[in-house]
């Protein structure tokens, strides 16, 4: 098997920001999502609010955990330090990472089977403890790498692609976030990167557990029971040497609307999503006010979008262990095993 990959030279007529670098430097490998998924949109406008940013790319270390999601860091910013985690278990192991080397930019990419679902309890534990850290939930509802089950964020009533009922209540990720005392709380649509673009650059500014959730319409669901061109139905009927799978191409979903308006966007399947765009007099420093605003929309069936919550001062999980200001990963054994006179006083100390 060969994959594609991209050309290494550029052409010298490429803007460069002011670290040096163009925008194809922030890209990565080609992906191998679905034609027209909107998780491919998320990582083109993490591309961009990386490069606008003037961010080093050496400088930021990207977290995900399991599913199409979780795939997504490889398709962006190539050049920097990356793991992929099991699944629900990317939290902890950025929590671990960040405590060990505070002066890298943290990114954490997840979706909603991995942080709603089995991660639950690491996404909720990650967020009160404010680790300074960009969490992003590139949220579709359903399992993508097994066959499009409900995940736990899909709404209670939606149908799935056979006809079948949601009949549990939904986790909202972004109540959760504002609850457990994230500092910085966003929600977007991966079709409007004019609004996600400098959502994500704040997230990437802003210094404590900053939450971005993005809706992301899921493209390869759409071959339902008794459809004569439906995967099941031409492998029943079919005597072939091998099998192989192909997801028709998809037009990516795409949508322009301005604060304060609500928009209706229809989704691949024929069902409509109704975004709301924050106004400009909202206001995102209160915290509760952002709670009761979000549940009065969704009762009236929309997804507010934009910056939910901000709160300019804060502290992270350094700052509350009183941690030194050199990186962990770099003290050496003088430094970390001190002596017994001072064991003996951190002891007493203790007592």
Same mark, same amino acid.
């Given at each position: 098997?060969? &994959? ?13 920001? *002011? ?29 961009? !609010? ?20 979780? *795939?997504?860091?490889? @398709? ?58 960009? &969490? ?15 995940? !736990? ?77 439906? &995967? ?25 609307? *301005? ?28 915290? @509760? ?27 992270? #999980? ?31 100390? #203790?007592?």
């Amino acid at each position: 098997m060969t &994959y594609m990959t991209k050309p290494s030279l550029h052409h010298p007529s490429l803007i460069r920001n *002011k670290v040096g670098f163009t925008r194809r430097d922030y890209e990565g490998r080609i992906s191998t999502l679905c034609a027209g998924c909107g998780h491919d949109a998320i990582s083109a406008a993490i591309v961009q !609010a990386c490069w606008e940013l003037d961010i080093e790319p050496h400088r930021v270390a990207k977290f995900s955990g399991i599913g199409c999601s979780s *795939k997504t860091p490889d @398709y962006f910013l190539g050049a920097s330090h990356g793991f992929n985690t099991v699944h629900g278990r990317m939290p902890s192991v950025l929590t671990g990472a960040n405590l060990a080397n505070r002066h890298l930019l943290y990114l954490g990419v997840s979706g909603d089977g991995d942080s709603a679902s089995i991660g639950l309890g690491q996404f909720a534990n990650i967020m009160r403890r404010s680790v300074n850290m960009t &969490y992003i939930v590139e949220n579709n509802g359903v399992y993508g790498l097994t066959k499009g089950q409900f995940s !736990a964020t899909a709404d209670k009533g939606s149908k799935s692609k056979k006809g079948v009922i949601n009949h549990d209540s939904p986790v909202d990720l972004v109540g959760i976030a504002l609850q457990l005392g994230a500092t910085y709380v966003g929600r977007s649509f991966s079709g409007d990167k004019e609004q996600l673009v400098p959502l994500l650059k704040g997230a990437l500014l802003h210094h404590g557990a900053a939450f971005v959730d993005v809706i992301s319409p899921c493209v390869a669901f759409n071959n339902h029971g008794g459809s004569t061109k439906s &995967y099941d139905y031409v492998r029943q009927h079919n005597e072939a040497v091998n099998k192989i799978d192909f997801v028709p191409h998809m037009e990516e979903i795409t949508t322009k609307y *301005k604060p304060g308006e609500v928009v209706e966007v229809e989704q691949h399947d024929g069902t409509f999503l109704r975004l709301r765009k924050l106004d400009d007099s909202y206001d995102p420093s209160d915290r @509760y006010a952002a709670l009761s605003y979000i549940n009065k929309h969704q009762e009236q069936g929309e997804v507010v979008t934009g910056l939910l919550y901000l709160d300019p001062i804060t502290t992270d #999980l350094h700052g509350a262990l009183n941690t030194c200001q050199e990186s962990l990963s770099s003290l050496d054994q003088p430094v970390l095993c001190p002596g017994n006179d001072i064991l003996s006083k951190i002891n007493a100390s #203790l007592r």
